[in-house]
């Protein structure tokens, strides 16, 4: 079966450090996955997906078929990037399976 | 494009009420998802739908039920409301199969 885990639920860091978010997944097929991000009282958004290999507002994130991870990563958090992340694992039938979400807090 | 609405966006039930939340898109999407959100426990899928038409269950379905009778509506309905259910529910679509999920702005539901 399926499963994407966060192993932390919280996530702390002071302006300027890096970050990284992570993401592990088990799935028998080919992966899809995906970084959500919803800020404060906002709706969910697509932040980046693996397949487009990009870089949206300073984040990347490589998929490791071998470690089955997904982290996300950024040189240098900004207060702005205080938000609820969650990884998700698109399989069969077009359906999404999330993790269980990380709250970061980027501190001043 | 308003792309994906909501409502209510909040509503307090009392145990054993019944309501139907409702979800529009103009997007002209063919995939269409309910999922909830519970703290600590990200989003499960409820039901999604294909087309109209065409509905399935997700994770957890149980105490609901879900219409697509047109392309653009996605109701989700709980028949009698139990404090379980107590979340915030979340409507999403896709045009594509491999396209990105939009998601509307949530419905916070207390069941009390």
């Known amino acids: 079966a399926q499963r994407v885990t966060q192993p932390e639920k919280l996530l702390s860091v002071f302006k300027g450090a890096p970050v990284e978010l992570k993401c592990n997944y088990s799935?028998?097929?080919?992966?899809?996955l995906f970084w959500y991000v919803q800020y404060s009282r906002q709706r969910l958004q697509l932040l980046l997906r693996h397949i487009s290999r990009e870089s949206i507002k300073g984040f990347t994130a490589d998929l490791n078929k071998g470690e089955t991870s997904f982290h996300l990563k950024k040189p240098f958090a900004q207060e702005e990037d205080s938000a609820m992340y969650y990884c998700?694992?698109?399989?069969?039938?077009?359906?999404?399976?999330f993790g269980e979400g990380t709250q970061l807090t980027v501190n001043p | 494009n308003a792309g994906v609405t909501q409502t209510p966006k909040f509503r307090i039930l009392k145990i054993g009420q019944s309501m139907t939340l409702q979800c529009t898109q103009d997007m002209n999407h063919n995939y269409m998802y309910w999922y909830r959100q519970d703290p600590g426990m990200g989003l499960k899928l409820i039901y999604y739908s294909v087309g109209a038409g065409i509905t399935d269950k997700g994770e957890v379905p149980n105490g609901y039920n879900v219409s697509r009778s047109t392309t653009e509506d996605f109701p989700l309905r709980l028949e009698l409301a139990a404090p379980s259910q107590t979340s915030v529910y979340f409507c999403a679509s896709r045009p594509l199969d491999r396209a990105p999920e939009y998601f509307g702005p949530g419905t916070r539901l207390t069941v009390t």
């Open positions: 998700a694992l698109k399989t069969s039938g077009s359906r999404l399976t």
């Open positions: 799935y028998s097929g080919s992966p899809e």
